[in-house]
């Protein structure tokens, strides 16, 4: 639905497409960026493969090699029982890759449809959605996420849920806020009195002009649920032990400093590898993409 | 002005309302008895019995919503299951503790963000705006619990200057009746030695609190500065010959804060929230320490409580943020009119 022709831009000779992969390659940030992301999910996904030990993964004991500390054979040191924390950082990171995909697999879905119901169909529907999602952004988040799986038990599935119960209202509003902006423009008009349906309107003329800034949002949000999931872990109400969480790591490592501090260190800096990454990569996704938040 | 306030503050009302509706329902959908999860498995169903009348659980749900909306009104949040004192209390206890802590850390991010955006914006693609870009990103990726592990680590054990736990060393004798902020009720008393010991106490749990802030802000700081310095009265009052000092600090920042001051708005409402981890890392005896107690022991009223001040205090500063956006700028005011 764009005016610009998706083919001919006259003065460089290159397609739309291809004049945004250019600012982005331009944009070392946003390579690094990328190269930090792409490297945590293969590390995430071939775990078995990559892991130099891949038995530190379980509730393994390997008593004569703990509080070792960094060396060749274990890269980040050992932990209390002697599990190699390299290895047991590669799986937390298949532990926060999942629960970010399931967070936002839920979240961003059914806060971009409320956003855009709201958006289009103004009136009561905008009333009602919109207060109670600034209900839902008053709770701070922190503190209700943890009286949520406090009261639910802890473990992985329940902190899913309780970030997915409070993530959706970003989405909410930054596609409220777009679609506000959308209705007075021509298309929308034109496809109105064209007689397409609501549904039609919707999804097919609204949704892909906040396709981009969703994007954006989903690739810095990545960043944040793996914060929060870690953080509700080192609390000791997320992900509960032997699965290996980064969070978790960082709360047991900390029992040993100072003198045993890569076991606190070397999984807090794996987290902070992470979010630096979704974050470059957000980042350099938005001056691309050229969309406000 | 006036029809303003008087909106906003409907507006809050309706907040809260919606808020501690929402908190009661969460509190009730959640599959288990609070009776039994307060007891534990080892009570009698007696017991069991006897609390869940006194807790008022076998009423039925528009009354215990209504004992306990009027509970609220009036300031009881009934009693914590932990302390067996009432909740109110034992929150009003612990508040000043969080409430000195998140107020240092605000004030530790308006005078370093603020300038150092400005300054990066003065100075913008020289090595000054690189190194600020990088320090700010650092500030922005790096887990509250990551970098507090860290400055125990580094500044505590290693240089041993500052304390790793807790409010004020145990040798010294005070108790802040005042404003419970030891920093302003030992400067009432003229203790100065409460004071310095204090300010120590607060360094290392306040930078953790504040860098994430401090990235955020210095760079919306930056970007507003370098959008506000294209306009023509930045030009206009150069031609006059008003020093560059004057129109970058006074004239220019007026206009450009409005953007950090409504991040740091938000900001400050989340901090309360972060305040958990940090409390926890450091052995801060404050309000969070107090909620994550609570939680682990599942004491249901304590817990609904402490969600129900932090939420109260994420409203309240977001309308303080409002208000002060008004104050600044007057577009604002007639757009929040307008608005939803």
């Given amino acids: 639905m ?31 960026g ?148 959308q209705m007075n423009e021509d298309y929308v008009e034109a496809a109105r009195v064209a007689g397409a349906s609501h549904m039609h309107i919707l999804f097919r003329e609204l949704l892909p002009n906040c396709i981009s800034a969703v994007a954006v949002k989903v690739s810095l949000d990545a960043g944040f649920v793996i914060l929060f999931g870690a953080s509700l872990s080192f609390l000791g109400l997320g992900i509960q032990p032997p699965t290996p969480d980064l969070g978790t790591m960082v709360a047991t490592g900390s029992e040993y400093l100072p003198e045993m501090w890569w076991q606190a260190i070397m999984p807090g800096l794996a987290i902070l590898y992470a979010i630096l990454g979704f974050n470059l990569l957000g980042d350099g996704l938005r001056d691309m993409l050229d969309v406000e938040l | 002005m006036f029809i303003y306030l008087f909106r906003r503050a409907l507006t809050l009302l309706l907040v809260l309302l919606g808020l501690a509706v929402l908190i009661f329902i969460i509190a009730r959908i959640v599959p288990g008895d609070p009776a039994r999860i307060a007891l534990g498995p080892m009570a009698t169903a007696e017991q069991v019995t006897e609390l869940q009348n006194e807790m008022g659980l076998n009423d039925s749900y528009p009354k215990q ?6 509970g609220l009104a009036q300031g009881d949040l009934g009693k914590s299951l932990l302390t067996s004192r009432p909740v109110m209390d034992d929150i009003r206890a612990a508040l000043p503790a969080t409430l000195e802590l998140v107020l240092f850390t605000i004030i530790l991010q308006i005078t370093v963000s603020i300038p150092l955006g400005v300054m990066a914006a003065v100075y913008r693609n020289t090595w000054v705006d690189n190194v600020l870009r990088v320090v700010s990103l650092i500030g922005v990726v790096t887990p509250g619990f990551v970098l507090a592990i860290m400055l125990q680590l580094v500044a505590a054990y290693y240089l041993g200057f500052f304390p790793i736990t807790g409010r004020l060393d145990g040798g010294i004798d005070f108790s802040a009746d005042v404003t419970g902020l030891l920093l302003i009720d030992g400067t009432l008393a003229g203790r100065f030695d409460v004071v310095t010991d204090a300010a120590r106490h607060l360094f290392l749990p306040s930078i953790a609190l504040a860098a994430a802030g401090i990235g955020q802000v210095m760079r919306i700081t930056r970007t507003a500065m370098i959008e506000v310095a294209s306009r023509d009265f930045v030009e206009a009052s150069r031609a006059y010959g008003i020093p560059e000092r004057v129109v970058t600090c006074r004239y220019m920042l007026r206009v450009a804060s409005v953007a950090p001051l409504t991040i740091l708005g938000l900001e400050f409402a989340s901090l309360i ?68």
């Fill in chain 1, 2 to 32: 764009s005016v610009i022709d998706d083919h001919e831009t006259p003065d460089h000779g290159m397609t739309a497409r291809q004049m945004a992969f250019f600012r982005f390659r331009r944009n070392p940030l946003a390579v690094i």
């Fill in chain 1, 34 to 181: 990328a190269l930090i992301v792409l490297s945590v999910v293969i590390m995430a996904v071939f775990a078995p493969w990559i892991a130099p030990s891949p038995e530190s993964a379980g509730s393994f004991v390997n008593f004569r090699n703990r509080h070792a500390p960094p060396s060749w054979d274990n890269l980040m040191g050992t932990d209390n029982v002697g599990r190699d924390v390299f290895s047991r950082v590669i799986y937390g990171y298949r532990v926060s890759l999942g629960l970010v995909v399931g967070v936002l697999g839920v979240a961003v879905p059914f806060g971009v449809i409320l956003g855009l119901v709201a958006g289009y169909f103004g009136g009561w529907t905008e009333t009602i959605v919109m207060r109670f999602t600034d209900i839902m952004l008053a709770l701070p988040p922190l503190a209700m996420a943890l009286a949520i799986t406090a009261v639910l038990s802890p473990n992985l599935v329940n902190a899913m849920i309780a970030i997915t119960l409070l993530w959706w209202t970003w989405h909410t509003r930054l596609i409220y806020r777009i679609v506000k902006g």
């Fill in chain 2, 65 to 70: 919503l209504w004992t306990y909306l009027s």
């Fill in chain 2, 273 to 340: 929230g972060n305040a958990f981890i940090v409390e926890f890392v450091f052995s801060w005896p404050g309000i969070a320490s107090y909620g994550v107690r609570t939680i682990l022991q599942k004491d249901l009223n304590a817990v609904i409580g402490v969600v129900l001040v932090s939420g109260v205090f994420f409203v309240v500063a977001n309308l303080a943020i409002d208000i002060l956006l008004g104050v600044l700028d007057p577009r604002h005011r007639l757009r929040a009119g307008r608005d939803t």
